[in-house]
């Protein structure tokens, strides 16, 4: 199994960003997906997670209204759109899929949000 996040980087306050995370190794259209993020001396937060048909989508408080996850499974990735970045989003961003017997992970995506 393979997750691989991409599309971190430095964005000014009030900007956007899409991150992806590519998935492989497992039958990507039959698992909700998740994305964490850690930031520095903080604990992991989950941030939004989307079932298997993105059907059900649902966010933390501290991203609703700012941020979209999206899958497409015919291409086995799952997004997140983040608009009106804050400075409190820095973290490292994680995509995640987990059941009963398996907890996968990326390896994380920076996102730095600063002037």
């Known amino acids: 199994v393979q997750l691989v996040e991409s599309g971190g980087g430095l964005v000014q306050p009030g900007g956007s960003l899409r991150l992806s995370c590519a998935a492989s190794?497992?039958?990507?259209?039959?698992?909700?997906m998740n994305w964490y993020r850690q930031a520095p001396r903080k604990e992991r937060e989950l941030v939004a997670v989307?079932?298997?048909?993105?059907?059900?989508?649902d966010y933390a408080d501290s991203v609703k209204g700012r941020f979209t996850i999206s899958r497409d499974n015919a291409k086995n990735t799952v997004y997140l759109q983040m608009n009106s970045l804050k400075p409190e989003d820095t973290a490292v961003y994680y995509c995640?899929?987990?059941?009963?017997?398996?907890?996968?992970w990326g390896q994380g995506t920076q996102v730095t949000v600063s002037s």
């Open positions: 190794g497992f039958t990507f259209s039959s698992y909700a």
């Open positions: 989307i079932t298997s048909t993105g059907g059900m989508k």
């Open positions: 995640n899929t987990a059941g009963w017997n398996f907890n996968y």
